[in-house]
């Protein structure tokens, strides 16, 4: 008999886990649902991790400082260096929460959603575009999962 693991949600671990399922259901579909899906379980990771009464000390403080960057405290963001993680963790915290937000939008990065051309149906959102930069919204998602991921495993 394979034993199977019940998907919980009462630890940061699980939360990460669920953004890993839907990054493959993004892979899969290319669809905006699944793709905000990711954004938004990524985006309360570093939260989480926080709040744990299990996480360790070191990494309870490397969320805290990822919170700060997320927040925009004391980071300058730029959409030209989307390839750097700190970039990356800002433009998850954008995606899920610059819409909301009752300030002037001309402090934010404009983002929207992008498809390949020629347009095929159903159509794929894989592209991003944050203010004058365009970016695979995939590669951005595995990159901040794998950032994580690899936190964890050295925590």
Known sequence: MRNVRIPTLNVYSDWLEKAKYELARFEESCGVYDMANCFLTLNSIPEWIEKSDEAPKRLKELAKSKIAVMKGR?????????????????????????????????????????????????????????????????????????????QLKNA
């Open 74 to 150: 004391g980071f300058d963001f730029d959409e030209g260096k989307l390839i750097e993680i700190d970039h990356q963790l800002r433009l998850v915290r954008l995606f899920c929460n610059h819409s909301k937000y009752g300030d002037s939008k001309e402090k934010f990065a404009h983002i929207s959603m992008g498809v390949p051309f020629p347009l095929t149906f159903p159509v794929k959102f894989e592209f991003l575009s944050v203010g004058s930069e365009s970016v695979k919204a995939l590669e951005v998602l595995q990159s901040v999962i794998n950032f994580w991921s690899s």
